[in-house]
């Protein structure tokens, strides 16, 4: 299986890559974004674009992919509506757009995230714009489209947020994190689970097409 990850170096792409790394399935993992990823691996490949908004002259370099995880995204804080929606929603679909005219058999699995709004009515901005995201992408001829919403997320074998904020509040809450997952598996996954539920959801498929916390933690068993 040949797989293309945008976010490697976001704490929920590196969780994933590692898995994919991982997988006795996956010959190759093309790593995609605006920044290279810290590692070396015979399996993954790199294309470092300064602009995810247009693909010319590089789509023979996405054709003959089987799956895409797009794990690329930014906080909402502090940002306007404008801006969020070119990172959030016009680089998602800029991707995707391209990946279905090049590989119509791939199956494309988005990571948005708890309460967003599929109606793209709702008041909360951030949950409009994931919302209108999603629904963009579930028009788009793949073969299938899944998407993830995660709720609270615990990182796992040494992988790390690179949002200042999210790092403190992981280092505080760090000893109440086992327990919490355990405890509320329908609010909080790991990166591992995700990882392995993306890859189940590739090769075989998925329940529904939206997984919440809890269809995560069921697929990535």
Known sequence: MKLILYGATGMVGQGVLRECLLDGDVDQVLSVGRSGVEQQHRKLRELVLPDLSTYIGREDELAGYDACFFCLGVSAAGMTEADYRRVT??????????????????????????????????????????????????RLPFKAVYLFRPAGIRP??????????????????????????????????????????????????????????????????
């Open 89 to 138: 929603c016009d680089y998602t679909l800029a991707a995707a757009e391209t990946l279905v005219k090049l590989n119509p058999g791939m199956t494309f699995i988005y990571v948005s995230g708890a309460g967003t709004d599929s109606t793209e009515q709702g008041r909360i901005m951030w949950a409009r714009v994931k919302g209108k995201t999603e629904n963009a992408l579930l």
């Open 156 to 221: 796992l074998h040494g992988i790390t947020s690179r949002t200042r904020a999210y790092r403190i509040f992981y280092m505080l809450a760090w000893p109440f994190l086992p327990f919490l997952t355990r405890a509320f598996p329908a609010f909080m996954t790991t990166t591992e689970r995700i990882g392995r539920a993306m890859l189940k959801a590739a090769r075989a498929g998925a329940p529904r097409a939206v997984l919440e916390s809890r269809g995560i933690n069921d697929l990535g068993a």
